[in-house]
């Protein structure tokens, strides 16, 4: 009998080794065959600490999921202890069959877990024999972008074994195994890196940046009579855009970003070392001043890619710490300094140093008290190319600069995503919340305990902990986010500044009064996303009163009216922890209401806080549901027999409807001295708020820590995890017209809308308050209230107050994400022009006169000498001998030539004093 159960635990044990030495085979006749199938991890996972992959082939994801099965086996009776949150579990988790699971051959209880770990073990042996031999067979058939598929596989079982250290409790000898194994697998991360990155790097040195033709400097004629740029340099930029977006989609984020920083450093040194030594005759000078303009370009872009921080990007850094990022930038510095005394022309430089060294800008270094500043070879390269680089303040460009390195990253950096949202006074939010300001939706509560995630079932995924998002969402659920966001973290004052932006072009206030508290039909989306703000506060009071109701005795029929006192006494004992912001936009907006439309007991914030609580008890079982599990547990400590959970819903749900509509109700005077109560405590907290407004404070600088503080309190709660990766989905996917927004200067209130409407400058009062209050109710059919039939944008606004064309994204479409477009980047530098668009337009496009005294460089006597040798003019030639022929034409043609070669020995002359 004994013998009988070994055997069957050593079977089991085999089984599993037998069945990834089946996935490990199939996975090789894939690979041979170019025929991969790739399959994404769990959105959760990707990245972190960790450093998970995007996505791992089809064969390894059947590996991890038969791994999945035993640890959910092993973990089951801890996970079963745990003790149930309270208040959570309004919206049960919809239970999604998952077919990967379905198709395995295991249960997971047939081996314990030493068996599972001798498995383990013995698996990761062959795994690292079989990726050894899939590197060397992508390698020797030149398929290379196989190779980030093969290093996603080995970070995802490296973490595999990780996470086996830290939920089992092993041996100390088998623990040694598990650390070796997950230190084997580390290092053959390293060697497949080096690997790619060595066979990348062959590939640009041999093929990509060699052309013989192009490349003849020396040339008396123009390359592509004049109409185009080196090929090699677009094909660089190509090349490595290319590898980026693949990394992207496939890789690690902080591997593929490290291993992309690399490549760019390396490929640049060999650009930098050729460009610095080369001396263009005057017809290839054009094609010399775009190829190196494109070469920056293209750096500026990609650096946004391999930088963390803005600090990396401008080059703020230790180089001891960021040795790449360092390299990148004096690479950089090099080739901007070839580019303006080699490129501009010799009147323009003779212009300038004739006045003498001492008053040449090019000598002076550039010095700044700002932390983040833009370098120096970008500041050259935006006033040289002013086209490409309109002018921009200083705090749109740091805000445009985050923008545009969040959307670059490879993976979701939270606290960018707050920062970008936060900075500038909350610019980039107060934008988002103005894009609609009529759109009417219906009211959902997918902030509401994170009911909008959805399971990916990705490979990995962790189950009902999985926060994903659906595939298309509806463009307007951002409002709410940012609203959420900002509440929560930024000063109160600021956040009603903000939303007075909004409001103040709000053309229809039916909502607000009391008759619309149970319209559920539509709402406005400005209207919902407050309502959205009180769901996850006042979930607590409508929670209790649930209590009261299930200890009590419903079945006597128990008058509703003290019950809506009950629930509205609790809501006075909690209304000191909605944000502040809150009641301040309650102010804003009750001087905007007209007198024809009367809110709840005529006070805005009672008009909200009754509308918010008659949504959650609408909510049905589910809000009943999120408390049952602590009755039960509670009778069941008692001796009591559990609730039975039918009859319970049966009586108290149809409760729960008739004290919601009892609060559509409130005129009553029996609600007269609850309300009071509430209306008391309301105002005596804004007198205390008015009273810390009025002390005159700095507002302190947000540091990192600061930021980094904030951003975990918003992920603590599930409601601030999605509305994070909401507005990174938002930014992410909008991007594009969030930056030209920015950059085009329309993100100031002036720029989104009209004239009307502005603030006094001297009074600081808006003057539409006033015109707005004796306008009356602006709804149609003022005697009775109905719901509006708006459903987009543009049916709200006048001709003259209408958002820009950058700004019309569509409230309710539900937008897909999409990859960009590989062939935009092939002939588009910095997704604003063409490689060849300089040689088209020289003369028009380049501002050399600005550059030249403007621009800050800190060069050196000696370097600007070493630099205009390699000029033409500076360059041994033949004197020029004027024709004898008779042609009058000839002579005169040939003295200009004889007088403009005078004029430039005499600057060669000039200029050699000087810099000597």
């Not at 004629?221 to 290319?242: D, V």
């Not at 919902?528 to 009071?541: F, N």
């Not at 949504?615 to 049952?628: C, D, K, M, T, Y």
């Not at 005697?783 to 958002?803: D, E, G």
Request: aromatic letters at 8%; hydrophobic letters at 40%.
């Amino acid at each position: 009998m004994l013998g009988s159960k070994v055997s069957n635990l050593l079977l089991a044990e085999k089984n599993i080794i037998d069945f990834v030495d089946k996935n490990l085979g199939q996975e090789k006749e894939r690979l041979l065959g170019n025929e991969l199938e790739l399959d994404p991890v769990c959105h959760l996972l990707v990245g972190g600490v960790l450093g998970y992959p995007a996505m791992i082939s089809h064969d390894f994801c059947d590996i991890t999921t038969a791994l999945d099965i035993y640890i959910e086996a092993f973990t089951k009776s801890t996970t079963a202890r745990l003790p149930p949150r309270f208040g959570t579990g309004i919206f049960p988790p919809q239970f999604v069959k998952n077919e990967r699971l379905s198709k395995m051959p295991f249960r997971g209880d047939e081996l314990s877990e030493r068996q599972f770990l001798n498995a383990v073990v013995q698996s990761s042996v062959k795994i690292r024999a079989h990726i050894i031999d899939c590197m060397e067979a992508c390698t020797e058939s030149g398929r290379l972008e196989n190779l980030y598929v093969i290093i996603s596989n080995v970070v995802m079982i490296r973490n595999y074994i990780w996470m086996f250290q830290q939920v089992f409790h092993f041996e100390a000898k088998s623990n040694t195994k598990l650390i070796g194994e997950y230190n084997e697998l580390s290092e053959l991360v390293e060697v497949i890196s080096e690997r790619m990155l060595l066979n990348q790097m062959n590939l640009l040195t041999t093929y990509v940046i060699q052309d013989e033709v192009s490349q003849n400097w020396s040339s008396t004629q123009s390359y592509y009579e004049g109409q185009r740029g080196s090929p090699t340099i677009q094909m660089w930029s190509y090349f490595l855009k290319r590898m980026q977006r693949d990394m992207w989609m496939i890789m690690p984020p902080q591997l593929a970003q490290r291993i992309l920083g690399i490549l760019l450093n390396d490929s640049l040194g060999i650009l930098v070392a050729r460009y610095s030594k080369i001396e263009p005759s005057d017809e290839t000078m054009s094609q010399f001043c775009s190829d190196v303009i494109n070469i920056l370009g293209t750096v500026e872009e990609l650096l946004y890619n391999v930088s963390t921080s803005l600090d990396e990007y401008c080059g703020d850094v230790d180089p001891s710490v960021a040795k790449t990022i360092f390299s990148i930038h004096t690479k950089c510095r090099c080739l901007v300094t070839s580019l303006v005394l080699v490129g501009t022309p010799i009147e323009v430089l003779y212009k300038t140093f004739r006045r003498g060294l001492s008053s040449c800008i090019l000598l002076e270094k550039s010095t700044s008290e700002l932390t983040v500043t833009k370098p120096m070879w970008m500041t050259v390269l935006s006033t040289l190319c002013p086209k490409y680089y309109p002018s921009i303040g200083r705090e749109d460009w740091e805000l445009f600069s985050n923008l545009r390195l969040l959307c670059a990253q490879p993976g979701i950096n939270w606290m960018l995503v707050y920062n970008v949202i936060s900075m500038n006074n909350s610019q980039l939010g107060s934008i988002i919340l103005q894009l609609f300001p009529e759109v009417v939706a219906p009211p959902t509560e997918f902030l509401l305990e994170g009911k909008g995630f959805k399971k990916c079932l990705n490979a990995g995924c962790i189950g009902p902990k999985c926060h994903s998002l659906p595939k298309s969402v509806a463009n307007h659920h951002v409002s709410s986010c940012v609203l959420y966001l900002l509440a929560h973290t930024i000063p109160k004052e600021k956040l009603a500044k903000i939303y007075h932006a909004l409001i103040s072009h709000v053309s229809d206030w039916y909502i607000m009064d009391k008759t619309q508290v149970w319209t559920t039909t539509n709402r406005p989306v400005w209207f919902q996303s407050l309502i959205d703000l009180l769901l996850p506060i006042l979930k607590t009071c409508v929670q209790g009163l649930c209590l009261s109701l299930i200890n009590g005795n419903v079945a006597v029929g128990i008058e509703t009216t003290q019950f809506v006192i009950e629930i509205l006494n609790s809501v006075t004992e909690i209304v000191s922890i909605i944000p502040r912001g809150f009641f301040l936009i309650c102010e804003e907006i009750d001087d905007f209401v007209p007198s024809s439309v009367y809110p709840v007991r005529n006070n805005v914030p009672v008009h909200f806080l009754v509308t918010a609580l008659y949504q959650l008890l609408n909510l049905g079982p589910g809000i009943l549901s999120s408390v049952e599990n602590i009755v039960n547990s509670s009778l069941d400590q008692s001796n009591s027999n559990v609730l039975d959970e039918e009859k319970d819903v049966q009586n108290i749900l149809p409760l729960l409807l008739s004290i919601s509509e009892r609060l559509c109700h409130l005129d009553d005077g029996i609600f007269d001295q609850t309300i009071h109560r509430l209306i008391s405590q309301i105002e005596s907290m804004m007198k205390q708020t008015q009273a810390e407004l009025k002390k005159k404070r700095e507002d302190g600088f947000c540091s990192e820590f600061v930021a980094q503080l904030k951003v975990n309190f918003l992920l603590e709660e599930s409601e601030g995890q999605l509305a994070l990766r909401i507005v990174y989905w938002f930014i992410n996917t909008h991007g594009d017209v969030l930056q030209n927004v920015i950059r085009s200067g329309g993100n100031s209130k002036s720029d989104l809308f009209s004239g009307e409407n502005q603030k006094d400058s001297e009074s600081g009062i808006f003057k539409d308050v006033a015109a707005r209050k004796s306008k009356g109710h602006t709804h149609p059919h003022s005697s009775k209230v109905a719901p509006c039939s708006s459903k987009t944008i543009s049916q709200h606004f006048k001709p003259s107050n209408q958002l820009p064309n950058s700004l019309r994204i569509s409230p309710r479409t539900r937008t897909y994400y999409k990859s960009p477009n590989i062939i935009h980047n092939f002939h588009y530098v910095n997704k604003c022009r063409t490689f060849d668009e300089i040689v088209w337009n020289f003369n028009e496009i380049i501002d050399w006169v600005a550059t030249i005294r403007n621009c800050k460089m800190g060069l050196h006597k000696s370097l600007i000498m070493r630099q205009l040798e390699r000029r033409p003019e500076f360059q041994s030639r033949k004197e020029s001998i004027i024709p004898q022929a008779a042609d009058t034409s000839t002579i005169d043609s040939s003295s200009r030539q004889f007088l403009l070669e005078k004029s430039v020995d005499e600057i060669k002359s000039l200029l050699s004093q000087i810099v000597n």
